[in-house]
């Protein structure tokens, strides 16, 4: 056994991608068709939707939004660990970690319930989901974390292990929270 292993030193890197997760695409937006003025100077905006003579013709409701639930949407982490673990004497060991990384995803927005591909992340513009404005830091993409332990042997058996963990700040969308673009993706307006 080697000195750096009596320590308890370790570098290790970590590469995560995620394939074939859920993206919920519309696949009937409502899309722009004119653009006018009314009677009394507002603008107005006629739209349409793909599906909806498709519907008419085989006789059914007309339908608004339609989500489909594909499992084509991709995510990646990558990370790098150090970690240092001594004992100091016989009542007092010590454990430290260190840990920078970087989760990306497509259509994340921040406030969801994981963070990392969410369930039910829609693009901005349902007529283009890869849209590149998509792509970025997911709800959980933390920088740089600290965790400092140790563990205190008392007397007659006890012991108290103290914690303290450091994170740098989250990503926070500005735009997240309604639909930006009108056009039905999931997102509800401001």
């Known amino acids: 056994m ?3 292993e009596e320590l308890g030193r370790g570098i290790e890197y970590v ?4 394939l ?7 696949i009937n937006p409502s899309i722009p068709t004119s653009f006018g003025v009314d009677a009394n100077g507002n603008p107005t905006v006629k739209t349409a939707r793909p599906l909806s003579a498709a519907f008419a013709a085989a006789g059914v409701p007309v339908l608004g939004r339609v989500m489909d639930e594909q499992s084509v949407n991709r ?3 990558d990370g790098l660990n150090l970690s240092y673990r001594q004992h100091m004497t016989k009542h007092f060991s010590l454990n430290a970690n260190y840990t920078l990384s970087r989760a990306m995803g497509w259509g994340i927005e921040s406030g969801g319930p994981d963070g990392f591909s969410s369930f039910r992340n829609y693009p901005h513009d349902p007529l283009n989901i890869w849209d ?3 792509f970025g ?3 959980n993409d933390e920088r740089h974390h600290i965790s400092i ?3 205190v042997q ?7 292990a103290p914690i303290l963990s450091y994170g740098s700040a989250r990503p926070f969308d500005l735009r997240s929270g309604w639909d930006v673009l009108s056009r039905g993706s999931g997102y509800s307006r401001r």
């Open 137 to 139: 830091p997911t709800d």
């Open 75 to 77: 995510s990646r982490y």
């Open 20 to 26: 074939h997760e859920n993206k919920t695409v519309n």
């Open 154 to 160: 008392l007397p007659l058996g006890f012991q108290v």
């Open 149 to 151: 332990s140790g563990v």
């Open 2 to 4: 080697g000195r750096d």
């Open 15 to 18: 590469h995560t991608l995620g």
């Open 132 to 134: 590149p404005r998509d």
